[in-house]
């Protein structure tokens, strides 16, 4: 079932448009309203002040529905680079020198290794091991 929503600012590049258009409404015009005539017109301000504070209202709450959630390159990775058990095995590749660990898949014929993502904590490779059904990960220096 297909989730149905309002799309994300992020996503639809939404929250650019809104801080410019606050600080042309709230700074730029009330400040050459100002230069011209020389009073200073609050309901431009109020305007672009109002408009700022829904965006940032806006962008709290997508953060706080973003926090928790896959990221978005580790969405349909499993589809992008498939494991067959049968013909490899899971391995993290860790650098000797820097520390850098890699998981992913050495095939077990000719030893190639295919990357599919960085580990940097154990919640990382938690969620190597959750996206591809894998309960042991061999790691090789």
Known sequence: MKKIGIPKINSIHFGGTMICAALIIGAVIP?????????LYKLPVIAGSLILAVFIAVFIIEMHQDNGSTPY??????DKIPFDPEKQYAVVRSSICTGEK??????KADGHFTE???IRSQGDL???KKIYGIDKVKTEY
């Open 31 to 39: 400040v050459l309203l100002w230069c011209f005539t020389g009073k």
């Open 73 to 78: 390159f580790e969405k349909g990775l499993k």
């Open 102 to 107: 890699l998981a992913g898949f050495k095939n």
């Open 116 to 118: 599919v993502m960085l």
């Open 126 to 128: 938690d969620r190597f």
